[in-house]
């Protein structure tokens, strides 16, 4: 008899919710012209875009005008981060970020030093944690940017951008933050974040992969990663994808509805309670305990190796890091920047749940880990 298998890997990617679905279908077989065309078969394609970039704008609390879209959340971190600089390299090529970064934030902030950049990474507490006086003690003259993520992708802790936010308007400093893993589990209003650039990526928020947006500030000076024709306000050449597009916008006016999220945290809390009477000592957690995700649970198996545990239990599918460098067995950077020894981290396993996770599926992955573990 075949294992259930047992999805919690949604910090990874999250299944298409069926409204997404619906709304790229049209796409793929009827309406196949070109939004920038104005005749017939062009304007339901437009039409469509515009649609889409209205469903972006209203979860996030900004206006149409100021998102566009892209090819995922790596896009929009680079054209974030190079748009910026190309844009304010007169001024100063001084950029700040954190240690915790994805790679899409600090392989281009390594791409841009070679340009002349200067980059301060920021270090973290044993949460995963900032100190936004370490921002405000690392700005100077030349500083053009700021970029910290919302939440981390690994542990989940949760950074504090508000705090952030008001010491980089004081300084009249930009300010990015990579939003991919908080979209849909917890509030993401650009005004009460105090953001100028927020980075979307759709398939961490039940849309299709390959799409993603950037919100852009009204009066945000950015230079364009791709050139062309005018496409996107002049921001992005290259003809939109609608049929992306059509899946990402519904699967955030999904998501502005769904509402149960206290649901997944209660599940999640559950689960990481009885992992704790089951193991005890012998089971520690990664990330801050309360600033966390509510659907993201990383945790050390003391003494043992995750990649293991994991390997033994194939019908499960969680993570021993983030997935886009899951498959290495060095230690995560995020988990070495948060000073846990190589040892340790060698034992650590990331669940993230989501909508669809049960309590009788937990059940079933407790029953597994005992059996594996012990």
Known sequence: MTAKQIYLDYNASTPIAPEAAAAMRPFLTEHYG???????????????????????????GSDPSEIIFTSGGTEANNHALKGVFFARRGKGGHIITSAVEHPSILNPCHFLEKLGATVTVLPVDRFGRIDPEDVRRSISSETILVSIMHANNEVGTIQPLQEISAITREAGILFHTDAAQSIG???????????????VAGHKLHGPKGVGALYIRKGTELVPLLHGAGHEQGR??????????????????VTEKWTVMHGVQTLCDRFWGRLQEIFGKGVT????????????????????????????????AASTGSACHS??????????????????GAGAVRFSLGRYTTWEELEIVLDLLNSTVS
């Not at 209003?189 to 650039?197: H, Q």
């Not at 498959?327 to 340790?344: C, Q």
Request: charged residues 15%.
């Open 185 to 199: 589990k917890i509030s993401v209003n650009v005004t009460e974040l105090g953001v100028d650039l927020l980075s």
């Open 285 to 316: 957690l990664n990330g801050h305990p309360t600033q966390r995700l509510p659907n993201t649970l990383n945790v050390t198996f003391v003494g043992r190796s995750g990649s293991d545990i994991l390997k033994h239990m194939p019908s499960v």
């Open 34 to 60: 070109n939004p920038s065309s104005l005749h017939w078969a062009g304007i339901p394609a437009r039409k469509a875009v515009e649609t889409a970039r209205a469903q972006v704008a209203r979860l996030l």
């Open 327 to 344: 498959g290495s067995a060095a230690l995560s950077p995020v988990l070495a920047a948060m000073g846990i020894a190589p040892e340790v």
């Open 236 to 253: 992005r050449a290259g003809t939109e994808n609608v049929l992306l597009a059509a899946g990402l916008g519904a699967a955030c006016s």
